[in-house]
């Protein structure tokens, strides 16, 4: 099954706002296959963030993101179409160009806090994964409840 990787972050942790969050994708019927709270380090949100260097918000965004005032919380979630199906849960960068509905339609207003992030592809989900958590924090469980979502 696919993976993506997500994560709340310190503005939406800050706020509240985890459960409303992740409850969506419980809702939808997807399975949690990781989460953890992190406080991340400035080298590991450079990391994630490795492809926009070159952008003139990235200073901002890695000095907010490892900033410490909250920390994330990062997880994992499998299901059929979860890559595409997570961005258009989502919504686009800017909360306010997202459609309502959308978590960031739904949950905020700046383009720099907005809420959480998802892989944007096969080739980011497969390089965040692994960036994010080892072999041993993935659980790789059987959802009983499939065969009520998966016909
Ligand atoms: P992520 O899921 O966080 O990766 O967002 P995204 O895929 O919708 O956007 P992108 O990967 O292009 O940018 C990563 C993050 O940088 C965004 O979520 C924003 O928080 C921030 N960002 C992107 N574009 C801008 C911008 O034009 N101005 C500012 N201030 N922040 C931006
Ligand atoms: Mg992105």
């Not at 989460?35 to 380090?41: I, Q």
């Not at 959480?116 to 980011?124: M, N, P």
């Amino acid at each position: 099954q696919e993976r993506s990787f997500f994560m709340v972050k310190p503005d939406a942790v800050q706020r509240g706002l985890v459960s409303e969050i992740i409850g969506r994708f419980e809702k939808r019927g997807y399975k949690i296959v990781a989460m953890k709270m992190v406080t991340p380090s400035r080298e590991l949100i450079e990391a994630h963030y490795d492809d926009l260097r070159s952008r003139p918000f990235f200073e901002g965004l890695c000095k907010y993101m490892s900033s410490g005032e909250a920390p994330v919380v990062a997880f994992v979630v499998e299901g059929k179409g979860i890559i595409k199906v997570g961005r258009d849960m989502i919504g686009v960068t800017d909360p306010l160009k997202s459609a309502p509905g959308t978590i960031r339609g739904d949950t905020g207003v700046s383009i720099g806090m907005n809420s959480i992030h998802g892989s944007d592809g096969v080739e980011g989900a497969a390089s965040e994964i692994p960036l994010w958590f080892s072999q041993d924090e993935i659980a790789n469980w059987n959802k009983t409840a499939d065969k009520w979502i998966y016909e």
